[in-house]
């Protein structure tokens, strides 16, 4: 039986169409994706308006298929919530007006979720012990962000990207090696055959005091270096995707340990679709048993954007006695930590 609340959860801020139930344990009842990478594959990135048109013909069955998988109807939901930023406009209204209505027609609350709040909370799902306070650092397509996590809801920001995001460098590195939309996966997946030690790509601001981040540096590295390799790009594919995925981990895997010890913080969490990357995930391991930090993954099939990680966090916030207003807007900037 699950426990009470209830919670219903929508996330469409890019391109994933994304539905879950969570009850009141934080137990993940029913988490269903739709993914639309193949509709976007040919563009070589995500074009908003095909995005959204997918996202409300994929909602309805998709909302089905949720509830029959966690065996509940829509009238024993106690919380509508959906993401409402930051992201694609257009996308982030599909998810929040269905929300809403279904809030209205059920009679029942609807909550805002900030989508990075969802990220940040995901490694915790399924955990007992609940959300732990710690340095948490979240690796998406859109941001890389470390922060110290207080507590849930209490969080501050150590330092982000100044250019592109860790995913961001992925699938822009990616499409210079002529690969197929996301770069991420597929660099991950030829990176497991190939050398990291054979080139040397710059580690962007990691000795810097602060803990601000540039993978703008790193791309253009890869840029300059592809016409000196003539024909043998090929041959040496999977040494590239290594050493330019090392560089990334090394930075984010180095820092986010620096500021485990700055703050004498006991656990670190990492989250974000770049989290599912294997090399990131081994590293990490690596480095927080020698520090004595308890690590915090989200799971793979939560690092990318996914729905239940948004009932996770609306779980807290509605515990917490958060609703929010029919009348609240979605904001494609919304930030985690208010300046
Ligand atoms: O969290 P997410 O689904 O979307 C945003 O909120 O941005 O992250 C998507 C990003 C893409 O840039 C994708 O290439 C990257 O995560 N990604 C990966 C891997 N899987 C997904 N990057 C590196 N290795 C992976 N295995
Ligand atoms: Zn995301």
Partial sequence: MPSSPLIFSLETSCDETAVALCDGGGRILASEISTQIPEHMPYGGVVPEIASRNHIVRLKPLIAQALQEAGVTLAEVDCFAATSGPGLASSLLIGSTVAKALALACGKPFLAVNHLEGHLLSPFIGHAAGVQPGIALIVSGGHTMLLHLRATGDYKLLGRSRDDAAGEAFDKVGKMLGLPYPGGPEIDKLARRGDRTAYDFPRSMLDSADYAFSFSGLKTSMLYLLPTLGNSIQSRMADLCASFQEAIVDVLVKKSLRAAREFGARSISVSGGVSCNHRLREAFAQRCKKAGHELF?????????????????????????????????VNPNLPLVSA
Avoid: C, K, V
Avoid at 310 to 325: E, T, V, Y
């Fill in 297 to 329: 993954l989200a799971a793979p099939s939560l690092t990318t954007d996914n729905a239940a990680m948004i009932a996770f966090a609306a779980l807290h916030r509605f515990q917490a006695g958060h609703r929010s207003a029919l009348e609240e807007n």
